[in-house]
Protein backbone atom coordinates (compact mmCIF):
# COMPACT_ATOMS: atom_id res chain seq x y z
CA UNK A 1 0.00 0.00 0.00
CA UNK A 2 1.50 3.58 -0.88
CA UNK A 3 2.49 5.91 1.32
CA UNK A 4 1.35 9.60 1.74
CA UNK A 5 2.58 12.97 3.64
CA UNK A 6 0.84 16.49 2.87
CA UNK A 7 1.56 19.87 4.45
CA UNK A 8 -1.64 21.42 5.06
CA UNK A 9 -0.46 25.15 6.53
CA UNK A 10 -3.24 27.56 7.88
CA UNK A 11 -0.58 30.77 8.67
CA UNK A 12 -3.55 32.87 9.49
CA UNK A 13 -1.59 34.87 11.74
CA UNK A 14 1.52 35.28 8.77
CA UNK A 15 -0.82 35.58 5.63
CA UNK A 16 0.57 39.02 4.97
CA UNK A 17 4.61 38.60 5.61
CA UNK A 18 6.60 39.45 2.57
CA UNK A 19 8.46 36.69 0.65
CA UNK A 20 11.99 35.90 2.15
CA UNK A 21 14.91 34.46 0.66
CA UNK A 22 15.26 31.81 3.65
CA UNK A 23 12.51 30.13 5.06
CA UNK A 24 10.51 31.42 7.62
CA UNK A 25 11.62 30.00 11.32
CA UNK A 26 7.96 29.50 13.52
CA UNK A 27 7.96 28.62 17.17
CA UNK A 28 4.88 26.09 17.84
CA UNK A 29 3.65 26.23 21.26
CA UNK A 30 1.58 23.56 21.49
CA UNK A 31 2.54 19.97 19.13
CA UNK A 32 -0.34 17.09 19.38
CA UNK A 33 -0.69 13.82 17.21
CA UNK A 34 -4.08 12.81 16.20
CA UNK A 35 -5.61 9.69 14.80
CA UNK A 36 -3.65 6.91 16.72
CA UNK A 37 -4.66 7.27 20.51
CA UNK A 38 -2.32 3.89 21.03
CA UNK A 39 0.58 5.54 21.25
CA UNK A 40 1.37 8.29 23.78
CA UNK A 41 2.09 11.84 23.26
CA UNK A 42 5.20 11.68 24.53
CA UNK A 43 6.67 8.78 22.96
CA UNK A 44 5.13 10.33 19.23
CA UNK A 45 7.37 13.65 20.48
CA UNK A 46 10.59 11.38 20.88
CA UNK A 47 10.37 9.87 17.68
CA UNK A 48 9.47 12.54 15.86
CA UNK A 49 12.39 14.54 17.57
CA UNK A 50 10.19 17.53 18.42
CA UNK A 51 9.52 19.85 21.07
CA UNK A 52 7.04 22.01 21.63
CA UNK A 53 8.56 25.89 21.68
CA UNK A 54 10.99 24.74 19.37
CA UNK A 55 12.36 26.50 16.12
CA UNK A 56 11.12 24.95 12.73
CA UNK A 57 10.92 25.64 9.17
CA UNK A 58 8.20 24.18 6.93
CA UNK A 59 10.47 21.53 5.08
CA UNK A 60 11.81 20.92 8.86
CA UNK A 61 8.22 20.39 9.94
CA UNK A 62 7.85 17.83 7.17
CA UNK A 63 10.93 16.02 7.80
CA UNK A 64 10.39 16.01 11.29
CA UNK A 65 6.94 13.90 10.45
CA UNK A 66 8.64 12.09 7.73
CA UNK A 67 10.57 9.93 10.96
CA UNK A 68 7.33 9.58 12.09
CA UNK A 69 6.66 7.34 8.49
CA UNK A 70 10.36 5.92 8.58
CA UNK A 71 8.79 3.77 11.77
CA UNK A 72 6.40 1.84 9.00
CA UNK A 73 3.70 2.42 11.62
CA UNK A 74 1.82 4.77 9.72
CA UNK A 75 0.23 4.50 6.57
CA UNK A 76 -0.32 8.63 6.24
CA UNK A 77 0.29 11.16 7.96
CA UNK A 78 -0.68 15.18 7.41
CA UNK A 79 -0.10 17.64 9.84
CA UNK A 80 -1.93 21.86 9.82
CA UNK A 81 -0.11 24.75 11.93
CA UNK A 82 -2.08 28.14 12.70
CA UNK A 83 1.04 29.50 14.44
CA UNK A 84 0.41 28.27 17.86
CA UNK A 85 -0.69 24.74 17.73
CA UNK A 86 1.10 22.49 14.77
CA UNK A 87 -1.15 19.13 15.24
CA UNK A 88 -0.24 15.68 13.33
CA UNK A 89 -2.58 13.50 11.91
CA UNK A 90 -1.96 10.09 11.71
CA UNK A 91 -3.32 6.76 10.26
CA UNK A 92 -2.09 3.61 11.32
CA UNK A 93 -0.66 0.93 8.59
CA UNK A 94 -3.06 -1.63 7.62
CA UNK A 95 -0.15 -4.80 7.48
CA UNK A 96 1.47 -4.51 10.67
CA UNK A 97 1.90 -8.38 11.42
CA UNK A 98 2.83 -9.89 15.27
CA UNK A 99 6.29 -11.27 15.67
CA UNK A 100 7.32 -14.82 16.51
CA UNK A 101 10.51 -16.03 18.28
CA UNK A 102 11.04 -18.74 16.22
CA UNK A 103 14.40 -20.19 18.10
CA UNK A 104 16.06 -17.39 20.22
CA UNK A 105 16.60 -18.32 23.62
CA UNK A 106 14.70 -15.59 25.06
CA UNK A 107 11.26 -14.85 26.20
CA UNK A 108 8.64 -15.49 24.28
CA UNK A 109 4.70 -14.35 23.76
CA UNK A 110 3.44 -11.22 26.02
CA UNK A 111 6.93 -11.13 28.28
CA UNK A 112 8.77 -10.91 25.18
CA UNK A 113 6.33 -7.58 24.08
CA UNK A 114 6.60 -6.45 27.28
CA UNK A 115 10.45 -6.42 27.42
CA UNK A 116 10.67 -4.81 24.28
CA UNK A 117 7.98 -2.22 24.20
CA UNK A 118 10.55 -0.77 27.00
CA UNK A 119 13.05 -0.33 24.43
CA UNK A 120 11.24 0.06 21.78
CA UNK A 121 8.95 3.43 22.24
CA UNK A 122 6.25 3.32 19.82
CA UNK A 123 6.28 -1.04 19.67
CA UNK A 124 3.43 -2.29 20.28
CA UNK A 125 3.43 -5.95 19.41
CA UNK A 126 2.74 -5.51 15.40
CA UNK A 127 5.97 -5.08 13.15
CA UNK A 128 6.08 -3.59 9.62
CA UNK A 129 7.08 -5.73 7.01
CA UNK A 130 10.62 -4.90 6.43
CA UNK A 131 12.73 -1.35 8.21
CA UNK A 132 11.49 0.46 10.73
CA UNK A 133 10.23 -1.33 13.84
CA UNK A 134 11.05 -3.97 12.22
CA UNK A 135 14.88 -3.46 12.16
CA UNK A 136 14.62 -2.07 15.15
CA UNK A 137 13.14 -5.23 16.81
CA UNK A 138 15.74 -7.22 15.54
CA UNK A 139 18.29 -5.24 16.29
CA UNK A 140 17.23 -5.18 19.77
CA UNK A 141 16.93 -8.72 19.92
CA UNK A 142 20.60 -8.86 18.86
CA UNK A 143 21.17 -6.56 22.07
CA UNK A 144 19.62 -9.14 24.56
CA UNK A 145 21.79 -11.80 23.20
CA UNK A 146 24.79 -10.50 23.71
CA UNK A 147 23.07 -9.13 27.45
CA UNK A 148 23.03 -13.16 27.75
CA UNK A 149 26.80 -13.62 26.31
CA UNK A 150 25.44 -15.14 22.89
CA UNK A 151 26.62 -13.38 19.81
CA UNK A 152 24.55 -14.42 16.77
CA UNK A 153 23.06 -12.36 14.01
CA UNK A 154 19.09 -12.65 14.12
CA UNK A 155 17.14 -12.19 10.92
CA UNK A 156 13.54 -11.57 10.01
CA UNK A 157 11.68 -13.15 7.73
CA UNK A 158 7.50 -12.45 7.34
CA UNK A 159 6.06 -16.43 7.24
CA UNK A 160 2.63 -17.33 6.73
CA UNK A 161 1.25 -19.80 9.87
CA UNK A 162 -0.50 -23.10 9.64
CA UNK A 163 -4.08 -22.11 10.77
CA UNK A 164 -6.89 -21.87 8.49
CA UNK A 165 -6.32 -17.93 7.59
CA UNK A 166 -2.41 -18.90 6.83
CA UNK A 167 -1.83 -16.27 9.51
CA UNK A 168 1.91 -14.05 8.33
CA UNK A 169 3.89 -13.30 11.30
CA UNK A 170 7.21 -12.02 11.59
CA UNK A 171 9.73 -14.77 12.48
CA UNK A 172 12.79 -13.62 14.40
CA UNK A 173 15.60 -15.98 14.25
CA UNK A 174 19.19 -17.31 14.70
CA UNK A 175 19.92 -19.08 11.32
CA UNK A 176 23.91 -19.38 12.28
CA UNK A 177 25.32 -20.81 14.21
CA UNK A 178 22.52 -23.77 14.84
CA UNK A 179 20.44 -23.65 18.10
CA UNK A 180 19.53 -27.31 19.57
CA UNK A 181 17.95 -28.22 22.82
CA UNK A 182 20.77 -29.62 25.17
CA UNK A 183 20.88 -32.04 28.24
CA UNK A 184 17.43 -32.06 29.63
CA UNK A 185 17.25 -33.04 33.61
CA UNK A 186 14.11 -34.09 35.72
CA UNK A 187 13.80 -33.18 39.01
CA UNK A 188 17.61 -32.25 39.34
CA UNK A 189 18.66 -35.31 38.03
CA UNK A 190 19.29 -37.10 35.03
CA UNK A 191 16.18 -38.72 32.92
CA UNK A 192 18.36 -41.36 32.55
CA UNK A 193 18.83 -42.32 36.04
CA UNK A 194 14.86 -41.60 36.79
CA UNK A 195 14.00 -44.71 33.73
CA UNK A 196 16.05 -45.92 31.57
CA UNK A 197 13.19 -46.21 28.61
CA UNK A 198 12.25 -42.68 29.71
CA UNK A 199 15.69 -41.26 29.10
CA UNK A 200 16.30 -42.41 26.16
CA UNK A 201 13.10 -40.84 25.39
CA UNK A 202 14.64 -37.67 26.16
CA UNK A 203 17.56 -38.73 24.79
CA UNK A 204 16.28 -38.42 21.16
CA UNK A 205 15.02 -35.08 21.60
CA UNK A 206 18.41 -33.91 22.81
CA UNK A 207 20.62 -32.41 20.25
CA UNK A 208 16.97 -31.40 18.19
CA UNK A 209 16.56 -28.41 16.38
CA UNK A 210 15.23 -25.81 18.79
CA UNK A 211 11.49 -24.34 18.18
CA UNK A 212 10.45 -21.59 20.73
CA UNK A 213 7.44 -22.95 22.52
CA UNK A 214 7.32 -25.77 20.08
CA UNK A 215 10.14 -27.71 22.07
CA UNK A 216 9.37 -26.92 25.21
CA UNK A 217 6.03 -28.49 24.53
CA UNK A 218 7.61 -31.60 22.92
CA UNK A 219 9.57 -32.09 26.26
CA UNK A 220 6.97 -31.40 28.50
CA UNK A 221 4.83 -33.69 26.38
CA UNK A 222 7.67 -36.55 26.75
CA UNK A 223 7.53 -36.44 30.37
CA UNK A 224 3.94 -36.24 30.92
CA UNK A 225 3.45 -39.41 28.63
CA UNK A 226 5.85 -41.28 31.00
CA UNK A 227 4.19 -39.99 34.41
CA UNK A 228 0.49 -40.84 32.81
CA UNK A 229 1.88 -43.96 31.54
CA UNK A 230 2.26 -44.70 35.03
CA UNK A 231 -0.58 -43.60 36.29
CA UNK A 232 -0.34 -39.70 37.54
CA UNK A 233 -2.56 -38.37 35.68
CA UNK A 234 -2.70 -34.77 37.24
CA UNK A 235 1.13 -34.66 37.56
CA UNK A 236 2.45 -30.62 37.65
CA UNK A 237 5.31 -30.46 34.81
CA UNK A 238 7.24 -27.27 34.90
CA UNK A 239 9.45 -27.35 32.05
CA UNK A 240 12.25 -24.59 32.31
CA UNK A 241 14.97 -23.43 29.80
CA UNK A 242 18.46 -23.00 31.69
CA UNK A 243 21.25 -20.70 30.16
CA UNK A 244 22.35 -21.24 26.90
CA UNK A 245 25.85 -22.59 26.17
CA UNK A 246 27.77 -22.01 23.29
CA UNK A 247 29.53 -24.92 21.37
CA UNK A 248 32.21 -24.50 18.77
CA UNK A 249 29.75 -24.91 16.03
CA UNK A 250 25.95 -24.65 17.76
CA UNK A 251 24.04 -22.88 20.91
CA UNK A 252 22.75 -25.60 22.99
CA UNK A 253 19.52 -24.80 25.51
CA UNK A 254 19.58 -27.00 28.39
CA UNK A 255 15.83 -27.46 30.33
CA UNK A 256 15.16 -28.69 33.74
CA UNK A 257 11.60 -30.07 34.07
CA UNK A 258 10.80 -30.13 37.64
CA UNK A 259 7.42 -32.76 38.27
CA UNK A 260 5.02 -32.71 41.32
CA UNK A 261 3.63 -36.18 40.68
CA UNK A 262 1.01 -36.40 42.80
CA UNK A 263 -1.10 -39.39 43.12
CA UNK A 264 -1.63 -42.46 41.22
CA UNK A 265 -5.18 -42.46 39.62
CA UNK A 266 -7.51 -45.12 38.95
CA UNK A 267 -9.49 -45.81 35.90
CA UNK A 268 -13.09 -45.90 35.93
CA UNK A 269 -13.55 -46.05 32.17
CA UNK A 270 -13.28 -45.12 28.89
CA UNK A 271 -16.71 -43.98 26.51
CA UNK A 272 -16.12 -44.69 23.12
CA UNK A 273 -18.12 -42.28 21.21
CA UNK A 274 -21.16 -44.12 19.04
CA UNK A 275 -19.72 -45.00 15.10
CA UNK A 276 -15.85 -45.20 16.19
CA UNK A 277 -14.43 -48.70 14.55
CA UNK A 278 -14.31 -49.63 17.85
CA UNK A 279 -17.59 -50.66 20.15
CA UNK A 280 -17.60 -50.15 23.36
CA UNK A 281 -17.48 -53.77 24.40
CA UNK A 282 -14.56 -54.68 22.53
CA UNK A 283 -12.91 -50.83 24.03
CA UNK A 284 -14.05 -52.67 27.86
CA UNK A 285 -12.30 -55.90 26.67
CA UNK A 286 -9.17 -53.97 26.21
CA UNK A 287 -9.33 -52.16 29.26
CA UNK A 288 -9.81 -55.23 31.29
CA UNK A 289 -6.76 -57.47 29.34
CA UNK A 290 -4.57 -56.24 32.20
CA UNK A 291 -5.12 -56.81 35.64
CA UNK A 292 -5.71 -53.90 38.27
CA UNK A 293 -7.67 -50.83 37.13
CA UNK A 294 -5.17 -48.08 37.63
CA UNK A 295 -5.30 -45.29 35.09
CA UNK A 296 -1.50 -46.47 33.70
CA UNK A 297 -0.50 -47.51 29.77
CA UNK A 298 -1.78 -51.13 29.68
CA UNK A 299 -5.16 -50.07 30.79
CA UNK A 300 -5.64 -46.45 28.70
CA UNK A 301 -2.91 -46.75 25.84
CA UNK A 302 -3.31 -50.24 24.74
CA UNK A 303 -7.12 -49.65 23.85
CA UNK A 304 -6.75 -46.13 22.19
CA UNK A 305 -3.54 -47.66 20.34
CA UNK A 306 -5.58 -50.45 19.14
CA UNK A 307 -7.88 -48.14 18.18
CA UNK A 308 -5.99 -45.81 16.26
CA UNK A 309 -4.55 -48.80 14.14
CA UNK A 310 -8.31 -49.64 13.07
CA UNK A 311 -7.79 -46.69 11.33
CA UNK A 312 -4.81 -46.44 10.14
CA UNK A 313 -5.51 -49.79 8.62
CA UNK A 314 -8.28 -48.20 6.43
CA UNK A 315 -6.00 -45.55 5.16
CA UNK A 316 -6.82 -43.09 8.00
CA UNK A 317 -3.45 -42.26 9.14
CA UNK A 318 -4.28 -38.76 10.08
CA UNK A 319 -6.43 -39.86 12.22
CA UNK A 320 -6.66 -37.72 15.48
CA UNK A 321 -7.66 -39.70 18.79
CA UNK A 322 -8.96 -37.53 21.65
CA UNK A 323 -9.03 -39.01 24.70
CA UNK A 324 -10.79 -36.07 27.27
CA UNK A 325 -10.17 -37.09 30.82
CA UNK A 326 -12.69 -36.08 33.85
CA UNK A 327 -10.92 -35.75 36.77
CA UNK A 328 -12.34 -37.04 40.49
CA UNK A 329 -9.39 -35.66 41.91
CA UNK A 330 -10.67 -36.45 45.88
CA UNK A 331 -11.35 -39.88 44.95
CA UNK A 332 -8.06 -40.03 42.31
CA UNK A 333 -9.84 -41.25 40.25
CA UNK A 334 -10.30 -40.55 36.13
CA UNK A 335 -13.05 -41.41 33.23
CA UNK A 336 -11.88 -40.90 29.77
CA UNK A 337 -14.52 -40.05 26.92
CA UNK A 338 -13.00 -40.88 22.85
CA UNK A 339 -13.86 -39.46 20.21
CA UNK A 340 -12.38 -39.58 16.73
CA UNK A 341 -11.66 -36.91 14.09
CA UNK A 342 -10.65 -39.73 10.89
CA UNK A 343 -9.56 -37.64 8.42
CA UNK A 344 -9.14 -38.39 4.35
CA UNK A 345 -8.13 -41.72 3.23
CA UNK A 346 -4.46 -42.31 2.43
CA UNK A 347 -3.00 -44.61 -0.49
CA UNK A 348 0.29 -46.26 -0.53
CA UNK A 349 2.51 -43.67 -2.39
CA UNK A 350 6.74 -44.40 -2.28
CA UNK A 351 8.65 -47.18 -0.59
CA UNK A 352 12.30 -46.33 0.50
CA UNK A 353 14.44 -49.01 1.61
CA UNK A 354 17.88 -47.48 0.11
CA UNK A 355 18.83 -47.67 3.71
CA UNK A 356 18.76 -51.64 4.17
CA UNK A 357 21.40 -53.61 2.54
CA UNK A 358 20.67 -55.23 -0.90
CA UNK A 359 20.32 -58.73 0.45
CA UNK A 360 17.58 -57.76 3.10
CA UNK A 361 16.03 -55.01 0.73
CA UNK A 362 15.48 -57.97 -1.48
CA UNK A 363 13.96 -60.25 0.77
CA UNK A 364 11.88 -57.27 1.91
CA UNK A 365 10.37 -56.17 -1.53
CA UNK A 366 10.05 -60.24 -1.67
CA UNK A 367 7.36 -60.30 1.29
CA UNK A 368 6.01 -56.05 0.98
CA UNK A 369 2.28 -57.13 -0.33
CA UNK A 370 1.08 -53.27 -0.51
CA UNK A 371 1.01 -51.52 -4.06
CA UNK A 372 1.43 -48.11 -5.20
CA UNK A 373 -2.01 -46.51 -5.21
CA UNK A 374 -3.87 -49.22 -2.83
CA UNK A 375 -5.37 -47.90 0.13
CA UNK A 376 -2.89 -47.84 2.98
CA UNK A 377 -3.02 -50.38 5.35
CA UNK A 378 0.14 -49.83 8.32
CA UNK A 379 -0.22 -53.54 9.80
CA UNK A 380 1.33 -53.99 6.52
CA UNK A 381 4.97 -52.81 7.85
CA UNK A 382 4.24 -54.53 10.94
CA UNK A 383 3.24 -57.71 9.32
CA UNK A 384 6.99 -57.94 8.00
CA UNK A 385 7.77 -59.29 10.99
CA UNK A 386 5.18 -62.08 10.81
CA UNK A 387 6.48 -62.99 7.33
CA UNK A 388 10.15 -63.05 8.86
CA UNK A 389 9.23 -65.80 10.91
CA UNK A 390 8.75 -67.68 7.96
CA UNK A 391 11.37 -66.31 5.66
CA UNK A 392 14.61 -67.79 7.30
CA UNK A 393 17.10 -64.23 6.34
CA UNK A 394 14.73 -62.24 7.65
CA UNK A 395 13.90 -64.49 10.39
CA UNK A 396 17.53 -64.44 11.26
CA UNK A 397 18.08 -60.58 10.73
CA UNK A 398 15.81 -59.47 12.95
CA UNK A 399 16.68 -61.49 16.34
CA UNK A 400 19.35 -58.93 16.08
CA UNK A 401 17.77 -55.63 14.61
CA UNK A 402 14.17 -53.65 14.85
CA UNK A 403 12.25 -52.68 12.28
CA UNK A 404 12.05 -48.90 11.98
CA UNK A 405 9.19 -46.88 9.40
CA UNK A 406 8.74 -43.52 8.87
CA UNK A 407 5.75 -42.07 7.21
CA UNK A 408 5.25 -38.96 5.51
CA UNK A 409 1.85 -37.94 4.60
CA UNK A 410 1.43 -36.09 1.25
CA UNK A 411 -1.93 -33.58 1.85
CA UNK A 412 -1.28 -32.80 -1.92
CA UNK A 413 -2.49 -36.18 -3.40
CA UNK A 414 -3.29 -38.11 -0.05
CA UNK A 415 -0.38 -40.84 -0.62
CA UNK A 416 1.64 -41.69 2.11
CA UNK A 417 5.77 -42.37 1.50
CA UNK A 418 7.39 -45.10 3.88
CA UNK A 419 11.04 -45.33 4.53
CA UNK A 420 11.93 -48.86 6.23
CA UNK A 421 15.45 -48.53 8.03
CA UNK A 422 16.46 -51.14 10.53
CA UNK A 423 18.36 -50.30 14.12
CA UNK A 424 19.73 -52.46 16.15
CA UNK A 425 17.90 -53.71 19.02
CA UNK A 426 19.82 -52.73 21.84
CA UNK A 427 19.98 -49.16 20.49
CA UNK A 428 17.50 -47.35 22.28
CA UNK A 429 13.18 -47.76 22.48
Not at 170 to 190: D, F, L, R
Request: proline residues 6%; charged residues 20%.
Amino acid sequence: MGKFFAFVACLLAFGSLPIQAEDPVYYPRIIQFTGVPEYTQNDLLAIAQLKPGGEYTVPQMTAHGKLLMDTGLFSKISYTFNGVFLVYTLAPSPDLIPIKNANLPLASGKELNDLLSARIPLYHGMVPGDGGVCEQVRMELEKMLVEKGLQATVTATAIAGTDAAKTVAMHYAIAEPAVKIGTITVNGGSAREIDIFFGKRLAKISGTVYESGASEEQIRAAVAKFYSGNAYVDAKIDVRMQAAMKTANSIQLPFNVAVTPGKQYTLTGITAAPGLLMTQAEMDQLIHKKPGNLADFDHVQTPLSALEMRYHRKGQVAAKIHATPTLNRAASSVHYSVTVDPGPVYRMGKLDISQIQPDIATNIMTAWKLQPGEVFDEAAILQLLAVGDANPLLAHTFTSVELRYNLTLNDEDHTVDVQLRLIPRDDGV
